[in-house]
């Protein structure tokens, strides 16, 4: 026979009547424990159409490498002003909001629409994408307004 330490004999499970369903309900609610914290960082399910919103707003950034913003940059703000003022004359555009944002004329000029998932705001923002598309210094995002 082996020689029982004192801790095996404190802690002894096997030699009681219901040493066999404790270390059972020990080990199940361990598990419970360790399932709980599993499911904690699930998420539910959801369909695709509600995961990427139809865009709402669009900012049209014109920036700058320490020597001012670029003609071309420039130009692409300035066509992009005047479409999304033609749309907001038209009540396709909720509002503009220009906002410069650097000390070398880097600005922000963004649009919110009226109804994101309309055909003429996609039509927009599209066309907006295409005049900065190949642009230097010009970045192009769909994000919301500042409020």
């Given at each position: 026979m082996h020689a029982q330490s004192e801790d095996s004999r404190?802690?002894?499970l096997g030699r009681t009547r219901y040493g066999g369903y404790l270390s059972l309900g020990v080990t199940l609610l361990g598990m419970g424990f360790i399932f709980?914290?599993?499911?904690?960082?699930?998420?539910?399910?959801?369909?695709?159409?509600?995961?990427?919103?139809a865009p709402q707003s669009i900012s049209?950034?014109?920036?700058?490498?320490?020597?001012?913003?670029?003609?071309?940059?420039?130009?692409?703000?300035?066509?992009s002003r005047a479409l999304l003022k033609?749309?907001?004359?038209?009540?396709?555009v909720?509002?503009?909001?220009?906002?410069?944002?650097?000390i070398e004329?880097?600005?922000?000029?963004?649009?919110e629409f009226f109804h994101a998932e309309s055909e003429s705001s996609r039509t927009l923002i599209n066309r907006i994408q295409q005049l900065g598309k190949n642009v230097d210094l010009i970045n192009i995002k769909?994000?919301?307004?500042?409020?």
């Amino acid at each position: 026979m082996h020689a029982q330490s004192e801790d095996s004999r404190m802690f002894s499970l096997g030699r009681t009547r219901y040493g066999g369903y404790l270390s059972l309900g020990v080990t199940l609610l361990g598990m419970g424990f360790i399932f709980m914290g599993a499911s904690k960082g699930c998420a539910e399910a959801k369909p695709p159409e509600t995961l990427a919103p139809a865009p709402q707003s669009i900012s049209v950034y014109a920036l700058s490498r320490g020597k001012g913003v670029p003609d071309q940059a420039r130009e692409v703000l300035t066509q992009s002003r005047a479409l999304l003022k033609a749309a907001q004359e038209r009540g396709e555009v909720l509002r503009v909001v220009e906002q410069r944002i650097g000390i070398e004329g880097e600005t922000r000029l963004c649009a919110e629409f009226f109804h994101a998932e309309s055909e003429s705001s996609r039509t927009l923002i599209n066309r907006i994408q295409q005049l900065g598309k190949n642009v230097d210094l010009i970045n192009i995002k769909v994000e919301p307004c500042p409020p």
